[in-house]
């Protein structure tokens, strides 16, 4: 089984550009700025330790590489080298999220911005075997106007890199019940959504997010415990990213064996399993998977489910998902 997980195809929707950077490639990045680290410095900065108090403290592990991504070439090899990296383990589609707000710091248009990750992304797919989508994030904790310019702004870029839009940020500081307006502008501007939801205990988030139409719930562990909820998501075909290392380093639960994945299967409720980010919770796609069939022994026509289900709730196309079909 252990070579079966690490030789099958996969397909990851949650993973953040500025957590799951290359850690010598952050370095490089950070020397052309001035800035020299080891790698063991790197690694200490980057990575949140297992027994993170919080999200909001493991939200903190994001500072270091948000300077990197501040021009044009840090952003382009940034996500070239998360792209090639989830190659290697056989992620067949990839959906790198990112702020593009996070990005202006030095004069960058969000146009440029998406241009750049775009191309990283484009040359990680002519050099490996990975179809790839990016997903614009609004944060929380910027204000509205922030959020609304950078989502109008992408939208032109939609269907040519750009597959959806979400919102991220600190759930419990920040309630998705405060950012209608957002979801409200992506329906007209015909951009998908999934949203950061349950990440935090909270139920509520989830219900605001289904009834603003989202196609896909970040995390929605809190939902575990709602068979209503789970009824509804498996009713409305809405799928859950699973990012098991991650929801136990932000305590969105603390036994990994009260995790819903079980549940969530048993409700039928369209699931996928992702590193939300590779390099902040030291992880890869090998990992997690290996994390969730070690602790609750699926089979692999259970895997092969959860690929398949992967497939019909990524924001591709048709056309890819029927290639991506094709791989399993």
């Known amino acids: 089984m252990q070579n079966f997980i690490k030789t099958m195809p996969k397909i990851e929707l949650h993973c953040h550009l500025d957590g799951s950077m290359n850690l010598k490639a952050t370095r490089k990045l950070l020397m052309d700025?001035?800035?020299?680290?080891?790698?063991?410095?790197?690694?200490?900065?980057?990575?949140?330790?297992?027994?993170?108090?919080?999200?909001?403290?493991?939200?903190?592990?994001?500072?270091?590489?948000?300077?990197?991504?501040?021009?044009?070439?840090?952003?382009?090899?940034?996500?070239?080298?998360?792209?090639?990296?989830?190659?290697?383990?056989?992620?067949?589609?990839?959906?790198?999220?990112?702020?593009?707000?996070?990005s202006t710091a030095e004069g960058l248009s969000i146009c440029e911005i998406l241009e750049s990750v775009q191309q990283g992304l484009k040359e990680a797919e002519q050099e490996a075997d990975i179809k790839t989508g990016i997903i614009v994030c609004g944060m929380r904790n910027l204000d509205m106007d922030t959020n609304l310019n950078m989502l109008k702004e992408s939208a032109n870029l939609f269907g040519v890199g750009v597959v959806a839009c979400d919102l991220a940020g600190d759930e419990k500081a920040y309630p998705t019940k405060d950012f209608a307006e957002f979801f409200q502008t992506a329906k007209k501007l015909g951009i998908p959504f999934t949203i950061h939801s349950g990440e935090c205990g909270s139920t509520e988030n989830i219900k605001v997010a289904?009834?603003?139409?989202?196609?896909?719930?970040?995390?929605?562990?809190?939902?575990?415990?709602?068979?209503?909820?789970?009824?509804?998501?498996?009713?409305?075909?809405?799928?859950?990213?699973?990012?098991?290392?991650?929801?136990?380093?932000?305590?969105?639960?603390?036994?990994?064996?009260?995790?819903?994945?079980?549940?969530?299967?048993?409700?039928?409720?369209?699931?996928?399993?992702?590193?939300?980010?590779?390099?902040?919770?030291?992880?890869?796609?090998?990992?997690?998977?290996?994390?969730?069939?070690?602790?609750?022994?699926?089979?692999?026509?259970?895997?092969?489910?959860?690929?398949?289900?992967?497939?019909?709730?990524?924001?591709?196309?048709?056309?890819?998902?029927?290639?991506?079909?094709?791989?399993?």
Request: charged share 30%; aromatic share 8%; hydrophobic share 35%.
């Open 33 to 102: 700025r001035g800035e020299t680290y080891s790698l063991e410095q790197l690694q200490e900065l980057l990575e949140a330790p297992q027994d993170c108090e919080s999200l909001a403290e493991y939200l903190k592990r994001f500072e270091l590489p948000i300077r990197c991504i501040q021009t044009k070439e840090g952003l382009k090899q940034s996500a070239k080298g998360v792209a090639l990296d989830a190659a290697a383990e056989q992620v067949k589609y990839l959906e790198v999220r990112f702020a593009p707000s996070f």
């Open 210 to 328: 289904l009834e603003l139409g989202a196609k896909r719930l970040g995390h929605g562990i809190a939902m575990g415990r709602d068979l209503d909820l789970m009824r509804a998501c498996a009713r409305q075909r809405v799928g859950v990213e699973l990012c098991p290392t991650s929801n136990l380093q932000t305590k969105a639960l603390t036994d990994f064996r009260d995790y819903p994945i079980r549940s969530f299967m048993a409700a039928g409720v369209p699931i996928s399993i992702n590193t939300d980010n590779r390099t902040v919770s030291g992880t890869t796609s090998t990992r997690e998977f290996e994390k969730v069939i070690g602790q609750f022994d699926l089979t692999k026509e259970e895997l092969r489910n959860i690929y398949i289900e992967s497939v019909e709730m990524s924001f591709a196309t048709d056309e890819i998902k029927q290639e991506l079909l094709k791989k399993w």
